[in-house]
């Protein structure tokens, strides 16, 4: 449990993405089975103990904390969870601290009325940051900034096997994933991925570079709107059905209505979108069915899935991936035809003959849905990974916004030493009619290393007011700010939410009084 | 004024605690006419004071940060001395705070008082340790007072930086440290733990160090951080004030990993607001356990709680059929940097 909590400890204070990859890859070179397998379950989501866990826990306090004495730590605190770890009393040393192994191996096999004692006689022999692991653990929120993804390229850059690989087998493995630690480390073969609905790692595209437009000669491409939902795979093989995300991760759970009408023996590639009367509803809306384990029925009406399909990658026993883009596609349009699953369509072919004809539909893509234009080489194949000169993204043109600098925050890391996140707000009238500004976002890139420098220059110079990391500035500055799109928001003051704010230029000249107002954000919502 | 009721002879006025048969304040805000001094710190060793009384250390820490000690006259007292100063009798006795940090012991008409100062219990190379005194009333510190404050052992906090400087080779460490007392144990614990290399300092933290080798307390190769390039203090462990961690000054350090030394460091959103990537629990204060293991210890009927976290200390102290009071003194909010 130590080595684990250590971990937790280390991964949830570090920033950096590749230093939590060298902590995970120390972690997994440095603990024996079957101990590393749980953790990296847990760490991916992967273990779930349905335990009354408030109750039981809060229970087994009013023996051992003073009431009063425990409010104010946790007041103090702020958090339950990491208060009841530290203010535990421990016992003298004596019982060896469990495993993790023993933990999940126990829970796994206990009865209801057991847990209560089995936990307490845990926290007893257990030290703090060890406790406060094992209660997140229980809990099934480890919130350390790792996602399935980032744990999956960390046993890849580790083992060095291929993260598609690693991807493509990881769901026919389970914990605690002695097979699959035997074939990363060489002392085992390559986990079998059989006829079960396995994940296989996407195709994926580049962003097109202005130099590269004059490479694409119209008779090698074809081009596709590019919809504004996720990747997504559907499988249905081996009698099961599954849906997953870009990084392979298993989002069937959360999307029940397009998950069952996925006919048997196909693997397919499309986007996920909500979609209503035939029309695709803004991004935000499929937000609200994102992240979740399950859906509420109320949700499954109001907002219903469906999948715009792209690419066809098995059908039956034929894995199509070696066939030419075109011969896949025509592959999808007749099976599309003769099966015609509700809650799917194929996404359509845009003619062209020139990419000036292109630039023109791409210019003027406002329409809701909409994220650019996809171009694809007629003659790919399907091609785990981004592979370069196949598939471009030409994303749309972003909106802008001119805004005012607000507030700006030291940032973590390497960063942590500059105020490099910044909130910037948009005028509208106060309530005695003088002009007032209202946060309307916030971003922490967009400007380069030289950039950042001067504005953390500035901020220490225009501070009016200082609040912990966070510094007030005088209302001076104007950024351009670009974005995607703009949402209503409840849980913003100003009633909107940016998507993918980012400083696109920092406008030293400008006068902060001829930034934009308000009005101007709230008339590009797309409703 | 009778020796039983404590609060007829030990007043608070505005300058602080003061022993009217004795005729001094301890640890008191400036101007003072007579001063005795538990410690260095700066918000127990004020400058300004006609008289001070202190020990050795004490007095030259003073004189090193202050410049000028006292106006009229200092008196540097051994561990352990009797004195008789007015009507009572004064004794010094380690704190295990920091080097030269003192309790006092004030003795009139068979009434024994200590005032705690800041302390700690737990081992410290860098000083001598706590020495526990049986008394009618204990004046403690409380400043983690707080049952959710295990300070835990200082050398498992060093090995976690140990570990993670052999884990990023190619990066600086930075640990925030104050600058008398947590600077050096923590050099001296690194000392023990093995750590033979040249640790680096920021040039604020220069002048206590060699103070505390003057005083005989070894502490082995300390070099500048400031002018060695940046690529030799790869793999290096640089201390420096906790306000230069993360700041301007530790951009000449190579993509250093931020960590403090403090007792604070147990709360996990006191870490992150800092931004703190390697957060080390250790401090030079009692904790939770420490503080009411001594005040049962001494025996005492009565105790006052000086700064800190006082609510909950005494709700301790009446739950266990004391008698508690808080003393309001004001500016010693959150030491322990």
């Not at chain 1, 902590?23 to 009354?52: E, I, K």
């Amino acid at each position: 449990m130590k080595a684990f909590a250590e971990l937790l400890d280390r991964l949830a204070y570090t920033p950096s993405r590749n230093d939590k990859l060298r902590l995970l890859a120390d972690y997994f070179a440095s603990t024996p089975d079957p101990d590393r397998g749980y953790a990296l379950a847990a760490l991916t989501d992967g273990l779930f103990f349905r335990l009354p866990l408030r109750r039981i826990l809060s229970d087994l306090l009013v023996p051992r904390v003073d009431p009063v004495l425990f409010d104010l730590s946790r007041d103090y605190v702020g958090d339950t969870a990491e208060t009841i770890a530290l203010i535990w009393p421990a016992k003298a040393p004596g019982q060896e601290p469990p495993r993790l192994t023993t933990v999940v191996k126990t829970l796994q096999s206990a009865l209801a009325m057991e847990v209560p004692g089995l936990l307490a006689n845990w926290l007893d022999h257990l030290d703090a940051t060890s406790r406060w692991a094992l209660i997140k653990l229980l809990t099934g929120a480890l919130r350390v900034g790792i996602s399935a993804r980032l744990a999956k390229t960390a046993l890849a850059e580790w083992s060095g096997k291929p993260l598609s690989e690693v991807e493509e087998v990881w769901h026919c493995v389970e914990p605690p994933y002695r097979e699959l630690f035997a074939w990363l480390t060489d002392k085992g073969p390559r986990p079998e991925v059989g006829a079960r609905a396995a994940f296989k790692p996407l195709m994926l595209s580049h962003q097109i570079e202005d130099k590269e437009f004059a490479l694409i000669d119209a008779k090698d491409f074809v081009a596709e709107w590019k919809w504004d939902g996720i990747r997504v795979q559907a499988v249905h093989q081996g009698g099961e059905r599954r849906l997953f995300s870009r990084t392979g991760d298993d989002i069937s759970g959360a999307f029940p209505d397009v998950v069952e009408t996925i006919p048997e023996g196909v693997v397919l590639d499309g986007e996920l979108l909500v979609m209503r009367n035939g029309e695709v509803a803004p991004f935000n809306d499929l937000q609200k069915r994102l992240g979740r384990k399950t859906v509420t029925p109320a949700m499954l009406k109001s907002h219903p899935a469906h999948i715009r399909l792209y690419d066809i990658l098995f059908e039956g026993c034929d894995d199509l991936r070696t066939l030419p883009f075109i011969e896949r596609r025509a592959r999808l349009e007749a099976w599309h035809a003769a099966k015609a699953p509700p809650r799917t369509d194929v996404s359509g072919i845009i003619d062209f003959t020139s990419i000036n004809d292109l630039e023109a539909l791409w210019a003027g893509a406002r329409e809701t849905g909409i994220e650019g234009l996809m171009l694809k080489r007629r003659d790919s194949p399907y091609i785990a990974g981004r592979p370069k000169g196949h598939w471009f993204k030409w994303k749309r043109a972003p909106l802008t916004l001119d805004a005012v600098l607000m507030y700006a925050q030291r940032g973590s890391g390497k960063r942590s030493s500059y105020y490099s996140d910044y909130t910037f707000g948009a005028w509208r009238n106060g309530d005695g009619g003088e002009p007032e500004l209202v946060p309307v976002g916030k971003s922490y890139f967009g400007f380069t290393d030289e950039e950042l420098r001067e504005l953390d220059r500035w901020v220490r110079n225009h501070t009016v007011d200082s609040f912990g990391p966070v510094r007030q500035v005088e209302p001076k500055l104007v950024f351009e700010v670009a974005f995607d799109s703009v949402h209503r928001s409840t849980r913003h003051k100003s009633g909107v939410a940016m998507r993918f704010p980012r400083i696109h230029r920092i406008r030293w000249d400008k006068p902060a009084s001829e930034a934009d107002r308000l009005e101007t954000l709230t008339a590009m919502i797309v409703e | 004024m009778r020796p039983e009721r404590f609060d007829s002879w030990l007043t608070v006025d505005a300058k602080g605690l003061y022993c009217r048969p004795g005729g001094f304040h301890i640890d008191p805000y400036g101007g003072a006419k007579r001063a005795v001094i538990t410690h260095g710190h700066s918000d127990h060793a004020r400058p300004g004071h006609e008289h001070v009384l202190a020990t050795a250390v004490t007095l030259a820490v003073m004189k090193t940060r202050l410049g000028a000690v006292a106006t009229r006259g200092t008196q540097a007292v051994k561990y352990g001395e009797k004195l008789q100063i007015g009507e009572v009798t004064v004794t010094l006795v380690p704190a295990g705070h920091v080097l030269g940090s003192a309790q006092v012991l004030i003795e009139w008409k068979g009434a024994r008082v200590v005032v705690s100062g800041d302390y700690k219990r737990s081992a410290d190379p860098t000083c001598p340790r706590f020495e526990l005194l049986p008394c009618h009333l204990f004046i403690t510190e409380a400043t983690f007072a707080l049952p959710v404050f295990q300070h835990g052992n200082a050398h498992e906090e060093v090995a976690k930086l140990l570990k993670s400087r052999a884990q990023f080779p190619e990066r600086a460490h930075v640990v925030g440290v104050y600058n008398l007392g947590k600077c050096q144990r923590l050099i001296a614990v690194l000392r023990e733990a093995g750590y033979e290399r040249p640790i680096y300092l920021h040039g604020a933290l220069q002048e206590c160090c060699s103070l505390y080798e003057t005083f005989g307390v070894r502490l082995g190769p300390l070099k500048p951080a400031t002018g060695t390039a940046r690529d030799e203090m790869k793999g290096e462990i640089v201390l420096a004030p906790p306000t230069a961690i993360a700041d301007r000054w530790s951009r000449r350090l190579p993509e250093p990993v931020t960590a403090f030394a403090s007792g604070w460091m147990r709360i996990r959103a006191r870490a992150r607001q800092q931004g703190i990537e390697l957060p080390l629990v250790i401090s030079d204060h009692a904790d939770w356990n420490e503080l009411t293991a001594t005040i049962a210890e001494t025996g005492a009927g009565e105790v006052w709680v000086t700064h800190g976290r006082e609510d909950a200390l005494l709700h301790h102290i009446q739950s266990t059929g004391r008698k508690g009071r808080a003393l309001a003194l004001i500016g010693r909010e959150d030491d322990d940097q």
